[in-house]
């Protein structure tokens, strides 16, 4: 029997306001070479190497990792399979398997 743990996740990067007062948000534009460089972290197998702070995470737009960060705890240095990483012009799509 095999088995896996599976995800997905839109890295969005979500509106932010220029400043409190100002009534047009900006977009704070994907890191797209950050979150490859995260993809070929889980690839090798080193996902517990990748240390990050909230408010990094929120500075990059990259707050639905948080769930990933939990995952990362329960699977430990599995190597991920990356099945597809797709940039848009506001979010990055990632879909990723750990077989355990």
Do not use: Q
């Amino acid at each position: 029997m095999t088995s896996s743990v599976r995800g997905r996740s839109g890295w969005c990067r979500w509106p932010r306001a220029a400043c409190p007062t100002s009534p047009a948000p900006t977009v704070t534009p994907p890191d797209f070479d950050y979150d490859r460089e995260l993809l070929d972290t889980l690839r090798a197998g080193r996902g517990r190497s990748w240390r990050i702070s909230a408010e990094e995470l929120d500075k990059r737009g990259n707050i639905e990792l948080r769930t990933w960060i939990t995952l990362l705890g329960a699977v430990g240095d599995v190597r991920a399979e990356g099945h597809c990483y797709e940039p848009s012009w506001h979010h990055g799509n990632a879909v990723v398997e750990w077989p355990l």
